[in-house]
């Protein structure tokens, strides 16, 4: 039976009598973006959370339900022993007795930095270096007491015990390209989302860590200039698809004997361990695992003193498991929350600790799109799903026990929620695509505390600006069979008896989305100043529509896409006013990808494409979402062969604008070098253009308005 999907209703091509009053700086230099709220960190214990003061010398106390300061756990200017006039960030200790304040943060990948941290005795209201050491510290960790932390310097972990005044090291084999203790790799860290992997039970005896050896991953370099003389090299070790991973396994620290076990977890050599995490029972560690092909979750309960290791968890996929999910098992008193994709649509189970399956908790032809946070004490479990549409979100919870999924979101459009500890309040952000977000406080029962951020004068520039409305379409995708959510932006003096170029902006990814009802006013708006009409289709393989339609794309990324994206532009040419010769196509990363794939598959269906930053063969990138959707080249050659824009290369049909940075370390600049030397080989000619010591989202400084403007007048010269 065809599954049927709801969609918005198809909005009318409004088109406001005021002039467009917006320029391409403005939606670069975020103008038009909305205002946020600082961080709001939750206390243990969910009734109170901590901001700093604007200026970074304070960290205050709130109550979530009034929103009034209750207490400053730290003010520099009446702290002893402060050496700093400010601070980036701060961690607090469940007791409150405690504050971690950090400076001097150094980056070192996406999420992953060192810096030099600092902690404050609110009792003695007193400043001292976390560490004696020489060398920044990363992922300081408390322990549940607030006596402890432990935290790494050098892919070694360390130590201190506040009541002792003591610092010692907790592992000696840390060595920069070798070991990693409690810290995780470049990989691990963009393709799982986690830098740490360290946690103390919550009788505070013991330390749980990964070990993680990376000396049989092989080194990638690129150049950095810098306006130097001589250019020096970045080196790094990244895993590409078939080749060797790091080795990992999980070793437990006792506190008081000061010895360090390993746990007789099963582990393939090249397995994943993508989280770790102390069940309420101290003997009880929660080790998850994946193997390499990312089909088999497997979830262990080990001993740390015994080291014994007893399955309780076991999941399979014809396909592949979402890593992602296995940050929404949650741990109560005597069961867990998880989320699988089992019954075709992602939903929300309930198990008890021995691993028996209690209850669905939700159900439906929908997906859960995140698990946000559980209410032990009350037994709710509070989600996002698109349950109304795949183009909204909305927020919900569910009770344990008597099931029953209760709406909390009341407008429709995009709802998304922080959550305090023990969801007991939750922070919502709310827009849709004609508003900019509207920040509120709720309590656990969903009703609304307070306005936090209305960006009312926001909406009265967009307003003034003149920017059109999208026009929500369904398209057919290359099959014949299925419908596809696009949208469309128009020029204001649209004209439908005039024949307009178009541009296709898209991602493409696997369980990506681009089409959402969504606030969001980006670079393409600029495009409909230069009368060109702006398209956005989620082909088959993207987010929201289940698991059939998520998996489609498995083992054959980059045929399924691109076929849609060719689809959708054909299906633009039928419209009388699009002009059937001038259709063009843009993408970063996985959407430049698929902008060379459909060029090269479409028959010359687009004009011009900008391809971004794009994988150009699937070899080159990372093992584990590379191998997550395509296996090993050793296990589907065939894939990575027809997947291949290099392969493709002599079928490029239109005028190809390609753009790198040289030094993105997620896609490598070798992407763009090598297609370059294949078009070269097949006599295609094309444009090239290079950020100099630009990363993979090309920012800072001019870059960004730089870049588009470029984007946008290749776009006017060559459709």
């Known amino acids: 039976m065809k599954r049927l999907f709801i969609t918005l209703p198809l909005m009318v091509g409004l088109v406001t009598a005021t002039a467009q009053q917006y320029t391409l700086d403005d939606l670069t230099s975020g103008r038009f973006s909305p205002r946020g709220v600082s961080e709001m960190v939750s206390s243990a214990d969910g009734q109170h959370y901590y901001q700093t003061d604007p200026r970074r010398t304070a960290v205050i106390k709130y109550a979530y339900a009034t929103g009034e300061a209750v207490d400053t756990l730290f003010n520099l200017a009446t702290a002893r022993g402060a050496q700093f006039n400010s601070f980036e960030g701060f961690l607090v200790s469940a007791d409150e007795n405690r504050v971690l304040l950090y400076r001097d943060r150094e980056q070192l990948y996406r999420r992953s930095f060192r810096a030099d941290y600092f902690y404050f005795d609110v009792r003695r209201n007193l400043v001292r270096r976390l560490s004696d050491q020489p060398g920044k510290q990363m992922i300081p960790t408390f322990s549940p007491d607030g006596k402890m932390v432990a935290y790494v310097i050098d892919n070694d972990i360390w130590l201190t015990k506040f009541d002792f005044d003591t610092e010692s090291r907790v592992t000696t084999d840390g060595e920069a390209g070798k070991v990693m203790n409690g810290v995780t790799d470049w990989v691990y860290e963009e393709e799982f989302g986690v830098t740490r992997l360290m946690e103390f039970s919550p009788d505070n005896q013991l330390l749980a860590f990964v070990r993680t050896d990376e000396s049989a991953v092989k080194e990638f370099s ?41 746990l007789n977890v099963p582990l393939e050599g090249d397995g994943y361990i993508p989280r770790i995490k102390f069940t309420p029972n101290p003997d009880e560690l929660a080790v998850m695992t994946l193997n390499r092909d990312q089909n088999r979750f497997e979830m262990y ?16 996929s014809d396909h592949y498991i979402d890593s992602e999910w296995l940050k929404s098992i949650h741990f109560t008193k005597n069961r867990f929350t998880y989320v699988s994709e089992r019954d075709g649509y992602n939903h929300i189970y309930l198990y008890g600790l021995s691993g028996t399956l209690q209850r669905q908790l939700t159900s439906g032809e929908y997906d859960v799109t995140s698990l946000l946070a559980v209410d032990e004490q009350r037994a709710f479990v509070y989600y996002q799903a698109a349950a109304e549409s795949p183009l909204q979100r909305e927020l919900y919870r569910v009770h344990m026990e008597k099931g029953l999924p209760e709406k909390l979101s009341s407008q429709p459009g995009y709802n998304s929620a922080s959550f305090a500890e023990q969801g007991k309040f939750y922070v919502n952000h709310w827009s849709d695509d004609n508003t900019p977000q509207v920040i509120t406080l709720h309590d ?40 596809l959510n696009g949208w469309l932006l128009k020029p204001r003096d649209f004209n439908p008896g005039r024949k307009y170029p178009v541009v296709l902006v898209q991602y493409s990814g696997p369980n990506s989305q681009q089409v959402l009802d969504r606030y969001g006013r980006d670079w393409y708006y600029a495009l409909l100043q230069e009368g060109i009409v702006v398209a956005c289709v989620d082909g088959r393989g993207t987010g929201a529509r289940g698991a059939e339609f998520r998996h489609c794309t498995y083992r054959q990324l980059g045929i399924i896409e691109s076929d849609d994206q060719i689809a959708a532009a054909r299906y633009l040419a039928s419209l009388p006013y699009i002009d059937e010769k001038a259709i ?14 459909s060029m090269s598959r479409g028959n010359g269906i687009f004009s011009a494409g900008v391809a971004i930053a794009p994988v150009t063969d699937w070899r080159f990138y990372d093992t584990i979402y590379t191998e997550r959707f395509m296996r090993t080249p050793q296990q589907n050659a065939s894939g990575y062969t027809s997947g291949s824009a290099l392969a493709l290369a002599d079928q490029l049909q239109g005028n190809l604008l390609l753009i790198h940075g040289t030094a993105d370390d997620n896609v490598h600049v070798q992407n763009t070098i090598e297609y370059s030397r294949a078009l070269i080989e097949a006599n295609k000619h094309f444009d090239l253009f290079f950020f100099p010591d630009k990363d993979h989202f090309i920012r800072g400084g001019n870059a960004r308005k730089y870049l588009y403007e470029k984007v946008i007048d290749y776009f006017k010269r060559n459709l």
């Open 584 to 597: 063009g196509i843009w993408g970063w990363s996985y959407g430049g990808y698929n902008v060379l794939m």
């Open 444 to 483: 656990g029962n969903g009703k609304q505390l307070r306005t936090l951020e209305e960006n009312q004068t926001l909406r009265g520039q967009v307003a003034s600006a003149g920017f059109p409305a999208k026009e929500y379409i369904t398209v057919p995708a290359a099959d014949g069979l299925t419908s």
């Open 301 to 316: 309960f080990a001993n740390p003193r015994s080291t014994v290791a007893k399955l309780v968890l076991r999941e399979e």
């Open 222 to 262: 690129f150049q950095t200039f810098h306006q130097q003389l001589y250019p020096d090299y970045y080196r790094f070790k990244y895993p590409k698809a078939g080749e060797a991973n790091s080795a990992v396994e999980c070793r437990v620290f006792d506190v008081s004997a000061r010895t360090t076990r390993t």
